[in-house]
Every structure is written in structure tokens, then in C-alpha cells.
């Protein structure tokens, strides 16, 4: 089946400091998806990148399709950037799958 | 915001229970979804309807019941829970399916 794995699943940072997460996906890509949870519960819609790079101020995103893996860069990280952020795809089937997610821990 | 609601945001329900979770979005999507997700565990599909057709379920039990009865609207009814459904349940659309998707608050479910 199709499955989607996040990388690291956990991740302390210093605040100022930039990191990167990875999502490796198993099949040909229709939607990538990434989110951010906040304590309440609530996913946030970060980017929608099937393909190509998006920059959305301190946070980018880019997927490489043919590679099958997306990327989440977090630069000049703040402590309010702490919490779990997923990856989601979906393929020819259109059932949006979420990996399992990295915990980013952000330290004043 | 994102424009997907579901009420109610906390519901805290017995065993012989009988209860219902809403979700309503007014963004003209067509397709909405139903996840689940337990603690230290990644979301779970549950349930696609698409045009108020479900087009998935996956092997969710049957005290789990969808309704969609228009586009806007999906219910997940909810009836004899055991402990282990406590979970926060999350509610999406998407304009068509493999579409972007956005999720509603969620509801906290906690079956005593």
C-alpha cells in the first residue's frame, strides 16, 4: 500500500537555528500536503506542493516528484514554530495519507 | 480559520451512548473526510465521500456511521464506543478528491 514516511520524528532545536524535515512517499504524487498541529488540535495548512519549491516567509517547502520526497525548511526558527508537523500525499487513489509526523521542540 | 467547522469541539460519551459529531463547510468542496487520530499515532482515514457518495471506508467498525447529506454537511454517528475510540476526531474537504484538503478543529471524543 502507499506509505509515507517522515523524517526525523523528533527534532530539539535552539531558537535561531534552521532545520529541515524530509517525507519520503512510495508512490506517484497527485497532492503533497504539509501541516502544522497546534496544541489545540488544529492542522494548519502550511504548503500544497505537488511539485517545485514555495516559500511562505520563514518556512519553504519543496518537492521532488520523480525522487518521490518533499522537503520543509524552517529557518530562524521561533519557539512558536514548536509542535508536530505532518506530511500528507496522496496518489492515483486520491486518499490523502499522513505520515507519522516530526515533533519539532523549539528552546528559547 | 480555515472553513470547515465541527462541533461539538469536546464530547465526553458512556459506553451505551448514542451521539453525533458535525461537520459543515461552505467553501463549495465536494469531497469530505473523516480521520482519526490517537494518541501518539498518525491520522487515520476513515471515511471519503465524494458528490454525498462515500468512496472509501476503511474497514472502519460499523458503531462508526456516516451520513453526507448534501455536500456541505457530513455526520459521524456514534453508538456502543469502546474506551479505545477516544481519539480526536478530524473532519477535511477538498474541492475533489487528491485535491488540497482542509481540516476542521476537530472534536475530542472520550468514551467512559
Known amino acids: 500500500g502507499i506509505q509515507v514516511e517522515q523524517s526525523p520524528p523528533d527534532l530539539i532545536l535552539q531558537e535561531g537555528a534552521n532545520s529541515t524535515l524530509r517525507c519520503n512517499f512510495s508512490?506517484?504524487?497527485?497532492?503533497l500536503q504539509w501541516f502544522h498541529q497546534n496544541p489545540w488540535g488544529q492542522l494548519i495548512n502550511l504548503f500544497y506542493?505537488?511539485?517545485g519549491t514555495k516559500q511562505n516567509g520563514r518556512l519553504s517547502a519543496t518537492t521532488v516528484a520523480t525522487e518521490r520526497y518533499s522537503l520543509l525548511y524552517i529557518s530562524s526558527s521561533q519557539t512558536t514554530d514548536s509542535g508536530v508537523y505532518f506530511c500528507?500525499?496522496?496518489?492515483?487513489?486520491?486518499?490523502?495519507?499522513f505520515g507519522q509526523g516530526t515533533t519539532l521542540q523549539v528552546k528559547p | 480559520e480555515t472553513g470547515v467547522t465541527q462541533t461539538p469541539r469536546h464530547l465526553v460519551m458512556g459506553m451505551t451512548n448514542k451521539k453525533s459529531l458535525k461537520c459543515e463547510q461552505h467553501?463549495?468542496?465536494?469531497?469530505m473526510y473523516w480521520y482519526k487520530q490517537s494518541a501518539k499515532k498518525p491520522l487515520e482515514l476513515m471515511f471519503v465521500?465524494?458528490?454525498?457518495?462515500?468512496?472509501e471506508n476503511n474497514s472502519v467498525p460499523s458503531r462508526f456511521s456516516p451520513e453526507c447529506p448534501n455536500s456541505s454537511h457530513l455526520f459521524l454517528h456514534l453508538h456502543t464506543l469502546q474506551p479505545e475510540d477516544s481519539a480526536l476526531y478530524l473532519c477535511?474537504?477538498?474541492?475533489?478528491?487528491?485535491?488540497?484538503?482542509?481540516f476542521g478543529q476537530g472534536t475530542r471524543l472520550t468514551v467512559v
Open positions: 500528507a500525499y496522496s496518489g492515483n487513489t486520491g486518499k490523502l495519507i
Open positions: 467553501l463549495g468542496h465536494n469531497a
Open positions: 506542493i505537488p511539485s
Open positions: 465521500y465524494n458528490f454525498k457518495e462515500q468512496t
Open positions: 477535511a474537504s477538498s474541492p475533489g478528491q487528491g485535491v488540497e484538503a482542509f
Open positions: 508512490d506517484s504524487v497527485n497532492n
